[in-house]
């Protein structure tokens, strides 16, 4: 079986940049935008790997503000992928306005799902709680570090989970995510700041860390990743959403 190209499930990535240098990172990436007002500026892209979420992220307090469920529900359908949302405990946005504004995108991703990726730092149980409330299907929580006994309950939840390269020292984490959920991601320029020549779409890392983990290669690692990534499409309902190439690689017609 061929192996597939690197899968980074959260990154972000300059709205301005070239498809040429996109298509020269060789991975297939989820580029997340943090307001509504940076996606309108990525809306007209068709990039072949490179899919951008529709985002308003938790510690931003102008996205926060400018947020309205009528202009986020008319942007997703451009879009199969939603992120970066969420709650973030240390923001200045105060918790109220995050949460109003994380269940109007749950409530819209209830009638029309997607892929969403979802920010809990410092918010762990309060994440879940909007979870349980307004259950969706595709969740994926980016960097998680919510502990064993919560990482237990996001399973029940059905999420799946995103790990960067600053979470391989954190291995009661690692150990706590079940292999079958597992997804890599950069978080570029965030995740991977520390390491040398760090571009979206390099996980390699991260794929050699949780194949080390479990005794297996990377280039396994790689496959099983991309077969949890196809479950999460198929349990969102939003494959033939995705451009062709994705859906080719996912039919492992690039392996």
């Known amino acids: 079986m061929r192996v597939p190209p ?27 935008t943090r307001s509504l007002d940076e996606f309108e500026v990525v809306r007209p892209r068709s990039d072949l790997r490179t899919l ?25 359908q451009d879009t199969p992928l939603v992120g970066e949302v969420g709650l973030e405990g240390s923001s200045r946005v105060p918790i109220e306005q995050q949460t109003a504004t994380f269940r109007h995108v749950l409530e819209e991703l209830q009638r029309h799902p997607r892929i969403v990726s979802v920010h809990s730092s ?14 969706v299907d595709g969740v994926i929580l980016h960097w998680w570090t919510g502990g064993a006994e919560m990482t237990e309950e996001a399973v029940r939840l059905g999420c799946y989970f995103s790990l960067p390269p600053a979470m391989m020292t954190s291995e009661e984490t690692l150990r706590a995510v ?7 991601e950069t978080d570029h320029p965030y995740g991977d700041r520390h390491k040398r020549g760090a571009k979206p779409g390099r996980v ?18 790689r496959i099983e ?31």
Do not use: C, Y
Request: cysteine-free; aromatic content about 6%.
């Open 6 to 32: 690197p899968l980074d499930t959260h990154a972000h990535v300059d709205a301005a940049i070239d498809g040429s240098e996109l298509r020269k990172l060789g991975a297939f990436i989820f580029a997340m």
């Open 52 to 76: 951008w979420g529709v985002g308003v992220h938790p510690g931003l307090v102008r996205a926060q503000k400018a947020f309205t469920p009528e202009r986020f529900r008319q942007q997703i």
């Open 122 to 135: 410092g918010a762990h149980l309060r994440v879940l709680r909007e979870l349980h409330r307004t259950p």
């Open 178 to 184: 079940p292999p079958h959920r597992l997804l890599t």
């Open 204 to 221: 390699s890392e991260v794929e050699q860390r949780l194949a080390d983990l479990r005794g297996i290669e990377s280039r396994t690692q």
């Open 225 to 255: 990743v991309w077969a949890n990534f196809a479950k999460l499409v198929d349990t969102a309902g939003v494959g033939p959403a995705l451009p062709p190439e994705w859906q080719t690689t996912l039919r492992g017609g690039n392996r």
